[in-house]
Every structure is written in structure tokens, then in C-alpha cells.
């Protein structure tokens, strides 16, 4: 059953990232001349990211800051900061900022769901907690990304990670695909809450109880054989 939904899955990010690479491109053309119009420097911004497995690939994306601009890699930036370009503002808000990435999707590197990749300075650092995301391929959209927003902390964003990757499977994945949808329509922050506040973490919560449950039952039945 795993084996088939993989196959699934790599089938689907092919269909999907060519269709919407052929939707995208006049969007990209007009993107790419919109940037060299209002912005000197490169139209994209590369960084080396963390893939399955920890495996490093660099990942393209619009540049939407300005070029002379000295970016922390670590450092999340607001919508509102002041290096970031009128039109990069706008890509942004608009998610097209990212939609180069889909020819990573199409190659491999990445998927249309999965958890977001992080930059090798991060990876490198990652406890057993956090390397549970590097088990799958990264994506370009995930649970955390449906149910979070910028200003959401890196440990909370860590068990939506986490949580798909334990529970993966087409019905999650629909799911997350059914809320990007509405997430671009009607903004992120209709939908965030924190882990422990939606319904994943409820079910977690239940999860560790069964489990801790069954433990202390097995406990009970060595102590009575002895």
C-alpha cells in the first residue's frame, strides 16, 4: 500500500507541476520583466535547501528583496520589512514568488506537499524531533503552511511537519490541497492556530494516551507472568 501511494504521488507531482508550469509561464514572462524593470540585480534568488533526507539542493525562487540587501538566511521577514521591493510585496502576497519551484517538483527534489525546505544551516543543526521532516520530500505547500502564518513559531511549525509525516496519506493530502486553495483566496490568517489548538494535535494527544495506555498494559502483564 505505501509503495502504491508513493508511485501515486510521484505520478501526481509530475501531472501537476507540468500543468501548472504551462499555466504559470506567461505569469513568469510578465514576473521576469517586471523585476529587471523596477529592481537592479539577478531576477532570482538561489539557497542551497535541505532535501529528502538531508540531501542539499539549491532552490530558485523570484527575487523579491532588493539586491544590495545583506539577507540572515535564518532570519524570517516580514511582508512589511523595508528591503523587500513593491513588486516583491506583491509576489509575495500573491504566492508567485515561489512557483519556480515547481520545476523542482517536476524533477524530483521536491513535492507538491510536504513539509517546507529549510536552509543547510538549519538542517545541520536539527535534534531526532526535527529530522522526522527530512523523511519525506520537501513541498511546496504542507500542513504548516495551511495552518500557520510568518509570525508562527519554528517548534509549531515543527509538529505540523511532524504530524504529516507520521500520518501521510491521500486523504491528508487532499485536504491540504482543499485548504491552500482557500488560504490563497482568503489569507492565512483565517487559518492559524496553534498546534495544540487544532485538530492534529488532538489527535495526537490521543495517540500518545493510547500508546502510554498499551505500554503500561504490557507492563502489567510481565509483572503478572513473573
Keep these: 500500500m505505501v509503495a502504491v501511494y508513493a508511485v501515486i504521488r510521484r505520478v501526481f507531482d509530475i501531472v501537476v507541476s507540468l500543468a501548472l508550469i504551462g499555466l504559470l509561464l506567461p505569469v513568469w514572462v510578465a514576473a521576469v520583466i517586471a523585476i529587471k524593470l523596477t529592481s537592479p540585480g539577478p531576477l532570482l534568488f538561489s539557497q542551497p535547501r535541505g ?24 532570519e524570517v521577514v516580514p511582508l512589511g520589512h523595508k528591503n523587500i521591493t513593491p513588486l ?34 538549519q538542517v545541520v543543526r536539527y535534534d531526532a524531533f526535527e529530522r522526522r521532516r527530512l523523511e519525506v520530500r520537501p513541498g511546496l505547500t504542507g500542513l504548516a503552511q495551511v495552518n500557520s502564518n510568518a509570525t508562527m513559531s519554528w517548534p509549531e511549525r515543527i509538529k505540523y511537519d511532524v504530524y504529516y509525516v507520521e500520518h501521510q496519506g491521500p486523504r491528508l493530502d487532499l485536504l491540504i490541497l482543499a485548504k491552500t486553495i482557500a488560504v490563497l483566496f482568503l489569507g492565512e490568517q483565517r487559518f492559524s492556530r496553534r498546534f495544540e489548538d487544532s485538530p492534529y494535535g488532538a489527535a495526537a494527544r490521543r495517540e500518545q494516551e ?17
Design 88 to 121: 516583491g510585496r506583491f509576489l509575495r502576497r500573491a504566492k508567485i514568488d515561489e512557483t519556480p519551484q515547481l520545476i523542482h517538483v517536476l524533477i524530483g527534489h521536491m513535492s507538491i506537499i510536504g513539509p517546507r525546505p529549510t536552509i543547510m544551516d
Design 51 to 74: 532535501g529528502r533526507g538531508g540531501v542539499p539542493f539549491t532552490a530558485y525562487k523570484f527575487r523579491t528583496m532588493r539586491a544590495d540587501h545583506v539577507h540572515d538566511p535564518t
Design 210 to 226: 493510547t500508546e502510554f495506555k498499551s505500554q503500561e498494559s504490557g507492563v502489567g502483564r510481565a509483572g503478572e507472568e513473573q
